[in-house]
């Protein structure tokens, strides 16, 4: 969704990097330049207005002026300003001393109410609650059925008592279902209100109704994030008429430009709380600030991926994937088939190369990039016997074809597969040995066979001027060298081994952008093609 946003900023920040000192000419431009990408955001002026008048403040502080590397503070500034512009810290449910929480859900037809409501239902449930839906929407045509329908594939009793379609009293509706939850021991209640096209009178007064019959803990106003700065002045119209605690953004998978996201905190004044992100039921977490603006700068948000893989995967089968990996036994195609499995578990591979730093500058490889090569890999390695998976060096000419024409694929696509494996294969070898990849030491708990050969000794630097002044000069440039080093903003948290860093993770599969996955890159398969 910030595409364009995050192109234009790290379009921005890459023409200060090389800077050693920023000049006030410096920063007006770079305000100037942030400022255009705001506007073309569609984020609200007043917000641009501030944003860029306390980017400026800070950037012409001390805090700057008296760093080594200026322009990677800028970026820190900027970086600390979106967080804060988003929200600062995340928003979590506020639950009731008694039971049920009442979570009372707002906005305009067409916004996603119904399917958030079922989004919100499973991701509570996840959490060991127990929710009910209530289907408090009578006017729209079928959105009782709808919600019923949403209440089944979350796997959440629906309340309706009414069958909608202008039918039934949705305060009546709404207050009965508080008691129903009580008897039937539900925790949590959802309320899906109706919408209108537009923001009327009666919309607000039936919500305004609805909420004094409950009293719910958490009003939270849904707010389609592709519809822009009407977004804004929806949810101000809201905030004015009925009230609520708390933002859902819905459709943050749209090609929108962000702009809602990054003005409906400052000018409502009512943190995001939900944002959802597919149509997916499992496509839906609190809203981050800090790792919503770190996607923004092309920072990446590991947290999320990594958090993402917790709720995916099961221990057990990570377990057993790590022994395998950790073993003396050599990394078969049966170990980089379960893999595949796990890693296709997380959702679409561009989605997850997304959430890694750096990954906007290869948004339009990551965008090419089709899942249906990996069903085509899978076929392949299924249609092999399972002798041929343990070994693939006895797969001939013969058996190639075999498998292709059981693959529905061409022997070349086979012969590619088999090659970039054995590659990974001897890859892997070397790392349980304990001789690593280039830059990496080996991986921890694989033992070490051989040991790494000490490296040689560096060259020796430039030799220390003999003129004092020259040498003064030398060892305050290496000083500052240094310091930059060391004071070098983070991008990502330290990383389980799986994602390139260096302690142990249970929940992590050992071949989330690890080595042990084949290069896949150039493997290309098609009709008609052959390697």
């Known amino acids: 969704m910030f595409e364009t946003l995050s192109d234009r900023l790290t379009s921005v920040f890459s023409s200060l990097r090389g800077k050693g000192r920023l000049s006030e000419e410096d920063i007006n431009a770079t ?157 949590i209640v959802i309320i899906d209100t109706a919408g209108r096209l537009g923001v009327d009178t009666e919309m607000m007064q039936q919500a305004a109704d609805i909420r004094d019959a409950v009293e719910p803990d958490e009003i939270v106003f849904v707010v389609d994030a592709m519809i822009g700065q009407d977004a804004v002045n929806t949810a101000q119209a809201f905030l004015d008429g009925v009230g609520y605690d708390a933002v859902a953004l819905t459709k943050l998978d749209g090609d929108a430009r962000g702009g809602a996201a990054l003005s409906i905190r400052h000018i409502t004044g009512r943190p995001i709380m939900f944002a959802s992100t597919g149509e997916k039921l499992e496509d839906f977490d609190l809203f981050h ?44 195609l ?48 299924q249609s092999m016997t399972p002798a041929e998976r343990t070994n693939p060096k006895m797969i001939n000419g013969s058996r190639r074809l075999r498998i292709a024409n059981g693959s529905g694929t061409q022997v070349g696509d086979v012969n590619g597969l088999v090659t970039r494996f054995f590659e990974a294969q001897k890859m892997m070898r070397k790392m349980k040995s304990g001789g690593g990849m280039p830059g990496m030491p080996g991986m921890p708990g694989m033992g070490g066979g051989k040991k790494a050969k000490k490296p040689k000794k560096a060259k020796k630097g ?61 493997f290309k398969l098609g009709k008609g093609k052959k390697e």
Do not use: C, Y
């Open 334 to 381: 049966n170990d980089f088939l379960e893999q595949m499995k796990m890693v296709r578990k997380l959702g679409p591979i561009g989605n997850l190369l997304g959430m890694m730093p750096g990954m906007g500058q290869m948004r339009e490889q990551i965008d090419s990039i089709d899942d249906k090569s990996l069903d085509r890999i899978q076929a392949i390695i």
């Open 31 to 187: 305000a100037r330049e942030i400022r255009l990408a705001l506007l073309e955001a569609d984020v609200a002026l007043p917000v641009v207005r501030e944003f860029i008048a306390r980017i400026k403040e800070r950037a012409r502080g001390e805090e700057v002026s008296k760093a080594l590397n200026p322009a990677q503070q800028v970026i820190k500034i900027v970086n600390e300003e979106l967080v804060e512009i988003l929200g600062g810290q995340t928003r979590q449910i506020r639950f009731a001393k008694t039971a049920p929480t009442v979570i009372m859900l707002a906005g305009l037809q067409g916004a996603g109410k119904t399917t958030l409501a079922g989004k919100l239902a499973k991701w509570l449930a996840a959490d060991r609650n127990t929710p009910l839906l209530v289907a408090a929407d009578l006017q729209r045509p079928n959105a009782v059925t709808q919600l019923q329908v949403v209440g089944e594939r979350a796997g959440t009793p629906v309340f309706a008592p009414e069958p909608g379609n202008g039918v039934g009293d949705p305060v009546n509706v709404a207050r009965e279902s508080i008691e129903h939850a009580r008897r039937n021991n539900h925790n």
């Open 289 to 332: 600030p800090d790792r919503m603006a770190s996607r923004i700068l092309d920072m990446g948000d590991v947290l999320t991926l990594i958090e993402q893989a917790q709720r995916t995967f099961d221990e057990a089968e990570v377990e057993k994937m790590a022994s395998t990996m950790a073993s003396d036994e050599d990394f078969t």
């Open 462 to 522: 430039k030799q220390r001027s003999g003129n004092p002044m020259k040498a003064r000069q030398q060892e305050a440039e290496r000083a500052a060298e240094r310091q930059r080093r060391q004071e070098e903003p983070q991008q990502m948290p330290q990383l389980p081994p799986g994602l390139g860093g260096s302690g142990p993770s249970p929940t992590l599969p050992p071949g989330l952008g690890g080595p042990a996955m084949p290069d896949l890159s150039n």
